[in-house]
């Protein structure tokens, strides 16, 4: 019980910092949540990976070029 509740209240406070744009403490909380089970802050981690960004930017570019041929 406890486990869901610490892991409720990391996802919950990385989401406040996210949105304070405060990447460093919300990266730590989500991935405190995150090992804690928490999908959607797997999710958010991988949203805030700055090379996870410029990665689907590329690949998206990639596949615009393609279907236009």
Same mark, same amino acid.
């Given at each position: 019980?406890?486990?869901?509740?610490?892991?409720?209240? &990391?996802? /919950?406070? +990385?989401?406040?910092?996210?949105?304070? #744009?405060?990447?460093?403490?919300?990266?730590?909380? %989500? #991935?405190e949540?995150?090992?804690? +089970?928490?999908? %959607?802050?797997? /999710? /958010?981690?991988?949203?805030? #990976?700055? &090379?996870?960004?410029?990665?689907?930017?590329?690949?998206?570019q990639?596949? +615009?070029?393609? /279907? #236009? &041929?």
């Amino acid at each position: 019980k406890y486990k869901l509740t610490k892991c409720r209240a &990391y996802t /919950q406070r +990385g989401i406040i910092h996210r949105m304070q #744009n405060n990447l460093d403490a919300a990266r730590d909380d %989500f #991935n405190e949540s995150a090992k804690l +089970g928490s999908k %959607f802050s797997r /999710q /958010q981690l991988v949203d805030i #990976n700055p &090379y996870a960004q410029l990665c689907n930017q590329m690949v998206t570019q990639i596949l +615009g070029n393609y /279907q #236009n &041929y």
